[in-house]
């Protein structure tokens, strides 16, 4: 059975940093990229950043770039997702998604194109 699972959620104010973890089980994790995803309340879940087989292979939306660092642990099965100078506008839901590189279609931007999801952790940035 398939399972993500994200931690590292919290509430913190503007400016700070924090580490969002993303644990992958039931999976041959080397095969799989990953995305992580957020969702604000009244919006629509939108990408933010994305990491491929090869650590330096990554993507990331504009609202975040040269903010947030995703990077991925293979021994540990985990990606992590650093964020940093965080703004108000960060608040959100976080989830993370992944897909297996053999099936893998469409943009990474579009959560239409991920099946395995995780239940979330919630980030709150206070001014």
């Known amino acids: 059975q398939v399972q993500l699972v994200e931690s590292g959620g919290a509430s913190v104010q503007a400016g700070g940093s924090l580490r969002l973890s993303c644990t992958a089980s039931g999976l041959t994790f080397v095969n799989y990229m990953v995305g992580w995803f957020r969702q604000a309340p009244g919006k629509e879940r939108e990408g933010v950043s994305y990491i491929r087989l090869v650590g330096d292979d990554t993507d990331y939306s504009e609202a975040v770039k040269d903010r947030f660092t995703i990077s991925r642990d293979n021994d540990k099965n985990t990606v992590y997702l650093q964020m940093n100078n965080l703004k108000p506008e960060d608040t959100a839901m976080y989830y993370c998604?992944?897909?297996?590189?053999?099936?893998?279609?469409?943009?990474?931007?579009?959560?239409?194109?991920?099946?395995?999801w995780g239940q979330g952790t919630q980030v709150t940035v206070f001014a």
């Open positions: 998604a992944a897909r297996a590189y053999y099936d893998a279609s469409g943009s990474w931007r579009n959560p239409a194109n991920f099946r395995r």
